[in-house]
């Protein structure tokens, strides 16, 4: 890819986001917009953030929890990128992996 093709892609992408970040507003505006609806007249308006995922958050209370559990400290690098990927894909639900496989799994 050349410069200039990599630039416009970041000009476009600055125009028209895509991707999980864009979606996780977007649902969340849904979301906000549908419960504010429907508060009484004394209820706190509700933004689109208190419906998205923190996934940086999820994932190191995950690795905390098992920190706590003197687990993650004996994995090997392997085990630990598994791990990291299987809480990847629990939180959003794509698999990103050296095997290919990009399927959504139903045993987690």
């Known amino acids: 890819m050349s410069y200039e093709e990599y630039r416009d892609w970041v ?12 979606t996780e507003y977007i649902l969340g505006s849904i979301l906000a917009m549908l419960a504010n609806v429907n508060r009484g007249k004394k209820g706190k308006a509700k933004k689109p953030t208190d419906f998205m995922r923190n996934a940086s958050k999820e994932l190191d209370k995950a690795i905390a929890k098992l920190e706590t559990e003197k687990k993650f400290e004996t ?23 050296n095997s290919g496989d990009n399927d959504r799994q139903t045993d987690a």
């Open 75 to 97: 994995m090997s690098d392997a085990e630990r990128k598994d791990f990291v990927r299987q809480q990847a894909f629990n939180l959003f639900g794509v698999s990103h992996g």
């Open 11 to 22: 000009l476009f992408y600055s125009l028209e986001p895509w991707g999980w970040h864009n």
